[in-house]
């Protein structure tokens, strides 16, 4: 066997966290080996993130140009996929081709190598036959995919995930969605907006069901008016495929039936395949146990960033992790992450954005809890903007502290609205202090104003 490479840290997998690690790392003098099977930047920039918005803004041009009949006169719109396909490869993947990331991570200083990795000891690594020893550790950032639930016959299907749905050049007559949480909802409003006729089905009790569950509600109506038919309550009981139709059997004896299937159920990880038994941790686990500066409970020099390490699916969340984990290898001081304003967004019309901890689940964990609810429509920016504006800002707070912990922004520009909301959450800025604030009149944001005064300590 050929004697191993000594180097300073091996980043597994280079998706968002991955290049922001690897490449401080690098930056800062050390010598790096990132390590990536797939492409450069990961999810995010192919088939994530940045294709779906721009799938999302066509999609939501689609819907404003219908609402003009009702404000500006008549007018029509004929909706045409190609320019979407085309923009998607162009501007957003380069036609999946990662060498402008791959540069960028080398430019840095990095050592690039393409392949899948594994870990077989401490501080070891082992790609494409070759092995690499860290003498500062090792770095795993390998992201997740479209987990497949296990539902008779649908593993011999050829169904399709958010890969597929992104590379679609055309688009089919009709889909079936299973999930009905972020992905699988903001895919299936922007296949119903180009004329798809669009089911989805949930198996909880409504859509979104970790957000707020008013926020579901208020979708699910949404969804309604725009010809999704949404079935939630109900796991599928079985998928078939047969003369180029798909059909999901469900528990009720019904069957749901469409050209195309898109998955999107919920995300996978590869904590076995990586070889962390090695490093005596349960290869069973689905995400990496970390403490606040990314460290991996119960292994030597080993830190987890971005999805693997559970803490939420989010490329925000993994770029943070990533700046605090770099630090960490350099011996820096640095604040341990806090989570406790940890913000997304769900990119559907109406937008929605939540921060901080539900009202349940602020209520479980014992917080002396006041919330406030204002509908959208009925603030000044909502009731002027007419058309769209369903939604509403809900608050939630904790009396005994004077703070917010938690809120939610459901609306035109929700996630924007969300911005002010954030703020408040993790500065814990006194509620006091927000009452006396001068919002502008009349916005969107101005509904924060407005929940506030309805807000009872």
Same mark, same amino acid.
């Given at each position: 066997?050929?004697?191993?490479?000594?180097?300073?840290?091996?980043?597994?997998?280079?998706?968002?966290?991955?290049?922001?690690?690897?490449?401080?790392?690098?930056?800062?003098?050390?010598?790096?080996?990132?390590?990536?099977?797939?492409?450069?930047?990961?999810?995010?920039?192919?088939?994530?993130?940045?294709?779906?918005?721009?799938?999302?803004?066509?999609?939501?041009?689609?819907?404003?140009?219908?609402?003009?009949?009702?404000?500006?006169?008549?007018?029509?719109?004929?909706?045409?996929?190609?320019?979407?396909?085309?923009?998607?490869?162009?501007?957003?993947?380069?036609?999946?081709?990662?060498?402008?990331?791959?540069?960028?991570?080398?430019?840095?200083?990095?050592?690039?190598?393409?392949?899948?990795?594994?870990? %077989?000891?401490?501080?070891?690594?082992?790609?494409?036959?070759?092995?690499?020893?860290?003498?500062?550790?090792?770095?795993?950032?390998?992201?997740?995919?479209?987990?497949?639930?296990?539902?008779?016959?649908?593993?011999? %299907?050829?169904?399709?995930?958010? !890969?597929?749905?992104?590379?679609?050049?055309?688009?089919?007559?009709?889909?079936?969605?299973?999930?009905?949480?972020?992905?699988?909802?903001?895919?299936?409003?922007?296949?119903?907006?180009?004329?798809?006729?669009?089911?989805?089905?949930?198996?909880?009790?409504?859509?979104?069901?970790?957000?707020?569950?008013?926020?579901?509600?208020?979708?699910?109506?949404?969804?309604?008016?725009?010809?999704?038919?949404?079935?939630?309550?109900?796991?599928?009981?079985?998928?078939?495929?047969?003369?180029?139709?798909?059909?999901?059997?469900?528990?009720?004896?019904?069957?749901?039936?469409?050209?195309?299937?898109?998955?999107?159920?919920?995300?996978?990880?590869?904590?076995?395949?990586?070889?962390?038994?090695?490093?005596?941790?349960?290869?069973?686990?689905?995400?990496?146990?970390?403490?606040?500066?990314?460290?991996?409970?119960?292994?030597?020099?080993?830190?987890?960033?971005?999805?693997?390490?559970?803490?939420?699916?989010?490329?925000?969340?993994?770029?943070?992790?990533?700046?605090?984990?770099?630090?960490?290898?350099?011996?820096?001081?640095?604040?341990?992450?806090?989570?406790?304003?940890?913000?997304?967004?769900?990119?559907?019309?109406?937008?929605?954005?939540?921060?901080?901890?539900?009202?349940?689940?602020?209520?479980?964990?014992?917080?002396?809890?006041?919330?406030?609810?204002?509908?959208?429509? !009925? %603030?000044?920016?909502?009731?002027?903007?007419?058309?769209?504006?369903?939604?509403?800002?809900?608050?939630?707070?904790?009396?005994?502290?004077?703070?917010?912990?938690?809120?939610?922004?459901?609306?035109? !520009?929700?996630?924007?609205?969300?911005?002010?909301?954030?703020?408040?959450? !993790?500065?814990?800025?006194?509620?006091?202090?927000?009452?006396?604030?001068?919002?502008?009149?009349?916005?969107?944001?101005?509904?924060?104003?407005?929940?506030?005064?309805?807000?009872?300590?």
């Amino acid at each position: 066997m050929a004697e191993a490479t000594k180097v300073d840290v091996v980043v597994v997998g280079l998706g968002p966290a991955g290049e922001t690690v690897g490449g401080n790392l690098a930056e800062a003098g050390l010598n790096v080996v990132g390590i990536e099977g797939s492409l450069v930047g990961g999810e995010c920039p192919y088939w994530g993130c940045v294709p779906s918005k721009m799938m999302i803004r066509a999609s939501n041009l689609i819907a404003e140009s219908r609402r003009v009949a009702d404000l500006a006169g008549a007018s029509t719109t004929t909706p045409d996929w190609g320019p979407v396909a085309q923009r998607i490869r162009d501007q957003a993947t380069d036609n999946w081709d990662d060498t402008v990331a791959v540069d960028r991570f080398v430019g840095k200083g990095g050592t690039f190598i393409r392949g899948y990795a594994k870990i %077989t000891a401490p501080g070891t690594v082992e790609v494409n036959g070759d092995t690499y020893v860290a003498s500062k550790g090792i770095v795993v950032a390998t992201g997740t995919l479209a987990a497949v639930p296990p539902i008779p016959g649908l593993a011999d %299907t050829p169904y399709w995930t958010n !890969h597929q749905i992104v590379e679609a050049k055309e688009l089919p007559e009709s889909l079936i969605v299973l999930g009905g949480g972020a992905i699988g909802s903001e895919l299936a409003q922007v296949m119903a907006r180009f004329g798809v006729k669009v089911t989805v089905i949930e198996g909880m009790d409504r859509l979104l069901p970790r957000n707020e569950p008013e926020a579901g509600d208020v979708l699910a109506e949404v969804f309604q008016k725009e010809g999704i038919t949404v079935h939630t309550g109900q796991f599928a009981s079985s998928v078939s495929y047969e003369d180029d139709v798909f059909t999901v059997a469900m528990p009720d004896g019904s069957q749901i039936s469409a050209e195309k299937l898109l998955v999107a159920t919920g995300r996978r990880t590869f904590l076995k395949e990586l070889g962390v038994g090695t490093l005596g941790l349960d290869e069973d686990l689905r995400f990496f146990d970390v403490d606040g500066r990314q460290r991996v409970a119960g292994a030597e020099n080993l830190w987890a960033v971005g999805d693997i390490a559970g803490d939420g699916l989010f490329t925000h969340l993994a770029t943070r992790q990533a700046a605090i984990a770099a630090e960490d290898i350099l011996g820096n001081a640095t604040e341990a992450l806090n989570l406790d304003a940890l913000s997304a967004v769900t990119f559907t019309d109406p937008e929605v954005g939540a921060v901080g901890r539900t009202e349940a689940e602020a209520r479980e964990a014992g917080l002396n809890v006041a919330t406030a609810f204002k509908i959208v429509g !009925h %603030t000044a920016r909502g009731w002027l903007h007419s058309t769209g504006n369903e939604g509403f800002i809900k608050l939630v707070a904790d009396k005994d502290n004077d703070v917010l912990v938690g809120a939610t922004s459901v609306g035109p !520009h929700g996630g924007e609205v969300l911005g002010l909301l954030s703020l408040a959450v !993790h500065a814990k800025t006194p509620i006091s202090t927000i009452r006396k604030m001068i919002f502008a009149y009349p916005t969107f944001h101005k509904g924060i104003e407005d929940a506030l005064n309805e807000l009872e300590l």
